[in-house]
């Protein structure tokens, strides 16, 4: 693995005179996987759109095979070898499996029994278990992925771009999807993915770059690499002992009773679930995928609804509620930040102030639906300030920002409506541990103010480290509580799966 089939040299790229990257040095060898990792806005996105066609340099060189190339278009850039499989899929929901794989590579006439039949024995040739004639709309996140990696492939790439390819997998699937990437491999593909997940990185890649503020810090082979020496290059401090520390030795104790779930019911994914939630304590919820933790708290927040009958029942401050809409919770007191910031969390093409004013906004009742810019501002430059939301300006689209400042804006979404119950559906997915320090923190401050705090999360260690009573869901209910301080990953994990 010496040749160099992509690299760049000095690349630049700024945005309205601020570089998104800035000098940076990178080379791909034939049939190497490398890892790009770094903080939200350390430049990881752009440098892999730039390999992709989806953004130009401002200054730089890029090469494939050791030609000069500016590939201004994504097929352009495919034609040249290089595809990128995106955060959020580029597939056409609407259409089919084998459809979405030969777009743009239809012959003027078309069979389509020809093109599922050739679908068919290409997925076969790659072992992909995927229907050819299946609606892509339906397909869940793994074998959307399946489609994307075919694609690339039959388009024949020698590189393929992975952006945050495991964010929304389950464990399960992203066995799978390590060993896909261990076969392109084999094929002789050269790979080079975004993760912030940096245990993936030092299992599945060959070398790792680490990139902040825009900048190459360092590039290495993975077997010289460990934890903490990623995490100090990405931040330039070390973070290991901040981030998930020492086991708790005290917790905060439990205020006033706010949310009471009996028997709560919700065919077929929550089934009698019962459980409390305090004032001034963080509670932590831990459940593998199909437990039923988050429409649990989707039934509660009015995202959802329980069954008619036999429904179990809700008590806010111990009394009866039963939302059939979000507005009447949130004016009530509870914030729902949900896990998927892409499809519920903002409005992409608005700013940030407009984001966090709309959600202001919600907390009154409908007739009060006039906008004032002048308060719109003012709330969203405090937001800004207050969760150091890192823009280019105030008036950042949010669509331009990077996924752990997208989180900052969701979150201040919610907190603008100064809520009593805040439930935080998995906080830190997606999100680089620089801000996951900053999310902890704020989860942190807003239960010593004495709000009630429910954060659920698949981690294990992030559970560990901000709860001061866990609860574990399996089956669709609450199976164990445990405090912090009794807690251990195995007694979660065997209550979570036994």
């Known amino acids: 693995m010496t040749d160099v089939i992509l690299s760049l040299e000095k690349a630049t790229k700024l945005y309205a005179g601020v570089p998104a990257i800035a000098d940076v040095d990178f080379d791909l060898r034939r049939g190497e996987i490398h890892a790009l990792v770094g903080e939200n806005g350390a430049g990881k996105s752009t440098l892999t759109k730039v390999m992709a066609g989806v953004v130009t340099l401002t200054s730089g060189v890029m090469k494939i095979e050791g030609g000069v190339t500016a590939p201004r278009s994504p097929l352009e850039a495919r034609q040249q070898g290089v595809a990128m499989v995106f955060q959020e899929n580029s597939l056409v929901p609407t259409m089919t499996v084998a459809q979405n794989l030969y777009l743009g590579q239809e012959h003027f006439y078309n069979r389509l029994r020809g093109i599922y039949i050739a679908a068919q024995q290409f997925l076969q040739s790659l072992n992909f278990d995927v229907p050819p004639t299946a609606t892509v709309g339906a397909l869940g996140a793994a074998k959307k992925q399946m489609v994307e990696i075919a694609r690339a492939v039959l388009h024949k790439a020698k590189v393929i771009i992975f952006d945050e390819p495991t964010a929304t997998l389950t464990p399960e699937e992203k066995k799978y999807f390590f060993d896909l990437v261990r076969d392109l491999q084999r094929r002789g593909v050269s790979i080079v993915f975004i993760s912030h997940a940096l245990e993936e990185a030092l299992a599945l890649a060959d070398r790792i770059t680490v990139l902040r503020d825009g900048r190459n810090v360092v590039t290495d082979d993975a077997s010289r690499f460990d934890r903490a020496r990623i995490v100090q290059a990405m931040v330039g401090r070390d973070l290991s002992i901040t981030l998930y520390g020492a086991k708790k030795t005290t917790v905060r104790p439990a205020g006033e009773r706010i949310l009471t779930v009996q028997n709560l019911k919700m065919a077929p994914v929550v089934k009698n679930n019962s459980l409390s939630v305090f004032?001034?304590?963080?509670?932590?919820?831990?459940?593998?995928?199909?437990?039923?933790?988050?429409?649990?708290?989707?039934?509660?927040?009015?995202?959802?609804?329980?069954?008619?009958?036999?429904?179990?029942?809700?008590?806010?401050?111990?009394?009866?509620?039963?939302?059939?809409?979000?507005?009447?919770?949130?004016?009530?007191?509870?914030?729902?930040?949900?896990?998927?910031?892409?499809?519920?969390?903002?409005?992409?093409?608005?700013?940030?102030?407009?984001?966090?004013?709309?959600?202001?906004?919600?907390?009154?009742?409908?007739?009060?639906?006039?906008?004032?810019?002048?308060?719109?501002?003012?709330?969203?430059?405090?937001?800004?300030?207050?969760?150091?939301?890192?823009?280019?300006?105030?008036?950042?689209?949010?669509?331009?920002?990077?996924?752990?400042?997208?989180?900052?804006?969701?979150?201040?979404?919610?907190?603008?409506?100064?809520?009593?119950?805040?439930?935080?559906?998995?906080?830190?997915?997606?999100?680089?541990?620089?801000?996951?320090?900053?999310?902890?923190?704020?989860?942190?401050?807003?239960?010593?103010?004495?709000?009630?705090?429910?954060?659920?999360?698949s981690y294990l260690p992030e559970i560990l480290a901000l709860s001061d009573r866990i609860l574990v869901t399996r089956a669709g209910k609450v199976v164990e509580e445990y405090s912090a301080l009794e807690a251990t990953e195995e007694k979660i994990m065997y209550a979570a799966i036994h």
Do not use: C
């Not at 907190?415 to 439930?423: E, R």
């Open 279 to 457: 004032a001034g304590q963080i509670t932590g919820v831990f459940g593998l995928v199909g437990a039923g933790r988050t429409e649990t708290f989707k039934v509660v927040a009015g995202v959802l609804k329980r069954d008619l009958f036999h429904g179990g029942e809700i008590l806010l401050r111990d009394k009866p509620v039963r939302y059939a809409a979000p507005a009447p919770a949130v004016r009530a007191g509870i914030a729902y930040v949900t896990e998927d910031r892409k499809l519920e969390g903002f409005f992409e093409t608005s700013s940030i102030a407009r984001n966090v004013y709309l959600g202001l906004l919600a907390k009154f009742p409908a007739g009060r639906s006039w906008l004032s810019r002048r308060e719109q501002v003012r709330v969203g430059v405090d937001w800004i300030e207050r969760l150091k939301v890192r823009a280019i300006g105030d008036d950042a689209k949010v669509v331009e920002l990077s996924g752990g400042n997208q989180q900052k804006v969701v979150m201040a979404k919610s907190l603008v409506q100064q809520p009593d119950l805040i439930i935080f559906d998995e906080p830190t997915r997606g999100v680089d541990v620089g801000a996951i320090v900053e999310i902890h923190e704020l989860i942190n401050r807003l239960a010593d103010e004495g709000k009630a705090v429910v954060v659920i999360s």
